[in-house]
């Protein structure tokens, strides 16, 4: 099956700065990738959507400049968490949307946890 | 806007045993997916079955079924011969055009030997 990569899995960082997680599609064009965050024990919440080549789509309640995300390629998307704050600490998980002939499959990468000291 | 909620923050189940987990969901779309997602202690998302909105019979896949009723707009989840390897939080999802995912708050199953 199709597969993505996300990395880094872990990252310790200090408050203030700057974090780039990474999210590819190895094996097939992703026109659309999905940002979600997952705190401990709770659901996924979806952050944004985006699109190839266009402005990502953010969730309600989601800090646009907080949260860059780029889409700059059919196979990459990042997502870099700016001055990052110890309430940014969490798991961020991405997803890429595989259009196939019959159906549209979406497929996850490992996640990132983020620890922001 | 589309809603997922599963009822059962935790269940239990012994090896071998059968259980179900339960997912109802509230939309006004007529065409959509219903998917259950594993996700064991690695926190990888694992795809473990989809069903079509449109498609009557319930999806299977080995020892893990549905149960879709379309009108109580209702999708549990039934796992069979239960292995130690099924212990993960489930969750529930539905989705429309999109591909946008709603998530329902999650099942933690543990199979005990």
């Known amino acids: 099956g199709a597969v993505v990569s996300q990395h880094p899995s872990r990252v310790i960082c200090k408050s203030g700065t700057s974090v780039k997680i990474e999210c590819r599609s190895l094996?097939?064009?992703?026109?659309?990738m999905f940002w979600y965050r997952q705190f401990p024990k709770q659901s996924l919440m979806l952050m944004a959507t985006s699109n190839e080549g266009s402005k990502a789509t953010y969730e309600q309640g989601v800090e646009k400049d907080k949260f860059l995300i780029n889409h700059a390629s059919l196979t990459l998307s990042t997502l870099t968490v700016t001055s990052a704050h110890p309430e940014d600490s969490s798991f961020y998980i991405c997803?890429?949307?595989?259009?196939?002939?019959?159906?549209?499959?979406?497929?996850f990468g490992s996640g990132t946890q983020l620890s922001v000291l | 806007a589309q809603t997922v909620t599963q009822s059962q923050p935790e269940m239990s189940v012994q090896e071998a045993e059968t259980v179900t987990l339960s997912c109802t969901y509230d939309?006004?779309?007529?065409?959509?997916?219903l998917f259950w997602y594993k996700q064991p202690p690695s926190r990888q998302m694992i795809l473990v079955i989809r069903q079509e909105a449109y498609k009557q019979q319930n999806a299977t896949e080995n020892r893990f079924s549905v149960n879709f009723q379309k009108a109580a707009k209702s999708f549990s989840l039934k796992i069979s011969d239960s292995q130690l390897g099924d212990t993960a939080m489930y969750f529930c999802?539905?989705?429309?055009?999109?591909?946008?995912?709603?998530f329902g708050e999650g099942t933690q199953l543990t199979v005990n030997p």
């Open positions: 094996d097939f064009q992703a026109t659309t």
């Open positions: 939309t006004s779309e007529n065409n959509y997916y």
């Open positions: 997803s890429a949307r595989e259009m196939d002939r019959s159906n549209e499959k979406l497929f």
């Open positions: 999802a539905f989705m429309t055009s999109g591909s946008r995912l709603t």
